[in-house]
Nanobody, 117 residues
């Protein structure tokens, strides 16, 4: 359902832009998020954006990362600037919404980001 791309290897201070296309869902009504799973660690939220455009970031990426969405293209982006080695990990995109108590939840396949000198 979700197709993530844009990962790669960069040096500290570099930039990458991740994209996640979600052609198979009613994209505009979903909260879209990016999660990171560092080696040997659990998957954690990096940033998300609601259907109404409200945005949250984990403290460690504030001022460096920007999440955005294009509802017409059914795509969410994560612009990552000032990358640090601790940003290394597999980045997953997620889409979710609630209908009553039922959660509709979709994940992309992950894209690897490596920050190293």
């Amino acid at each position: 359902q979700l197709q993530a791309s844009g990962g790669g290897s960069v040096q500290p201070g570099g930039s990458l832009r991740l994209s996640c296309a979600a052609p198979g869902i009613m994209f505009s009504i979903y909260t879209m998020g990016w999660y990171r799973q560092a080696p040997g660690k659990q998957r954690n939220l990096v940033a998300d954006i609601t259907s109404g455009g409200s945005i949250d970031y984990v403290d460690s990426v504030k001022g460096r990362f920007t999440i955005s969405r294009d509802n017409a293209k059914k795509t969410v982006y994560l612009q990552m600037n000032g990358l640090k080695p601790e940003d290394t990990g597999v980045y997953y995109c997620n889409a979710y919404r609630f209908v009553g108590r039922e959660k509709y939840d979709y994940w992309g396949q992950g894209t690897l980001v490596t920050v190293s000198s």
